[in-house]
């Protein structure tokens, strides 16, 4: 179609004050010559509706859609009776149910490719980490040793499964948990039985006429938040390094100029690292790689985006072009010969983008169509019958390129996979792999604790601006961040993913990263992956000195560009194990309500976490650091410890406690 077709009276927007990536700002600039549309246009168009902003708008039942929008939220009720509590509780344990659900149908979709692999029936991928896959098993009871690997997957498949369909009980990961977060998780009645049942209870108990006590419908949103952390997202993770291997530290290229003007350009964006595992098959076929030479191309060259994309950047170095809010931009280059997606965080709007440069864009899930796009199935059990199509037709269009050709020269560096296996690794040494000296850092006052700077980007904040500045602000103030999801892409176009950038941290982190040789951001994955920052908080518990359960450790979070649904599950999964987790862009309740105020302040009287939120990255800097020094000195360390370098010896004598 041709781009004229497309124009529409949009309000003019200006590139570089919606977005701080000068690649997505170069190929906005394009977008609006072209007389292309995307989201960032759209967006202000679409002012956010000041009422279900706040949840104040309840649409559970047809006497209503009702709307609590006076002064005073509590000046009125909805039709039923519902108050301004029930309304954005229910609305929020919807949100949670939702983002959970992803995550966890996203768990299952892996859990049932393992079991395919352990039976036999799914040939084209093996169990990589046979040692990840003994460690795990053990874990979880199962019997190791003098058995065959396949005999044990097997029994893990058996015991992974009850994170879905267990009815009664406690999920099998909750016992990774330290055993006073656990303890603290029965008093509340809050550990999950099994997330199916966990999603369909909150779903129902959010209908019209059923819980209608902010205060009892903050468990079932804890419990259903709980199953996705330590339940869909921690086997998508422990499954995904099984399968394709745990990630260990690799440099890679991010930013729109690792598209090639002289290759074919394929993309990749989701979340099932399966696919991707395909693609780069069938990218890597000698007969394929004729065929793009023969139409002209130096070859083919496969990229990522978003967090499948991530998960290939840890996993294999593979490049990455972009976070969230750039996947339209870069079609807007022109050089996408194709543009292949599967769940999860995909924009309709890439239709329209796709069609106005001609790049076929294809859809690959059942779960996921989008009106107008190719839909090439893929099924595990012959994965090329879809990838391979995919490739021909990158070619075709390549051979047949009928617009001009402008990539972004911006390419940037950085080093990404650290897995919580490998930080154990990276601290304790080959032998004894340890949190001890983490914690001896923590403990000591070089690092004054660890933040995970998390999450999406989102088209109502300047793209990646909150997540570098307040990245920035942290390290520098001695705080070590670990970052999954899009973020990270954010910050490793700002350079700070390369050890190069420790001299940026304050003196005390910058002195260990250049010890160790690591940057003071470390990229942990794709937006599963969070659970690598649960488990890391749980090994920093077992390795001694910071108290006993989750709560007590100094540390954070922060989503400050969240979009989301999955990224309102994640923030209860950290708040309910012990995290304190601060939220920018919006908040979906009404400072003053006792929801709220449940949120902000009351479930941490109960030994939780809490939810901060704030719009500017500085104030949830100073609010991060604030906390991190409460709880140092909960612990007793402001008590003027000596400042101990710690060199190989102390390592060892650490790792031997
Ligand atoms: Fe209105 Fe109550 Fe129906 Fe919600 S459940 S729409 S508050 S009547
Ligand atoms: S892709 S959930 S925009 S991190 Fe996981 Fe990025 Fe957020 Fe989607």
Redesign the pocket.
Known sequence: MPIEKKLQKLESINPSEVTTCESTQQMLAKAKRDGVQTAFDRAAEMKPCPIGEKSACCKNCFMGPCRLNSKDPYAKVGVCGATIDTIQSRNFGRMVATGTASHTDHGMEMLKLFKGVVEGRIKDYQIQDTEKLLEVASEMGIKTQDREHMDIARDLYQVLEKTYTQLEGEIPFTRRAPAKTQEMWRQHGVVPRGAMREIMEMMNRTHMGMDQDYSNIIKQISRTALADGWGGSMVATEIGDILFGTPKPVQGEVNMGVLKEDQVNIIIHG?EPNLFDSMLVSVSDPALIEKAKAAGATGINLVGM??SG?EMLSRRGVPHAG??MSTEAVLVTGAVDSFVVDV??IKQGLVSVADCYATPLFTTNDRAHIEGAHHVEFHEDQPRDCTDVIVEMAIKRFAGREHPVVIPKRKDTGVFGFSHEYINYMLGGTFRGSYAPLNQNIINGKIRGVAGV????NVRVPQDSAHVELVKELIKKDVLVVQ????QIALAKAGLSLPEAAHLAGPGLSEVCEAVGMPPVLGLG???DNTRILTAACNMVAAGGLGESIADLPVAGAAPE???E??IAIGQYFVASGVYTVFGVTFPTIAGTKFHDLLFDGLEKQGMGKWGFAVDPHDMARMIVEHIEKKRRALGLDKGKERVLVDMADRRAAAAH
Do not use: I
């Open positions: 979340h978003c967090c991530l976070n969230f999860q965080c998390v999450g999406c980007t999954t999801g899009c973020a794709a937006c599963v969240f979009m989301s999955k990224a």
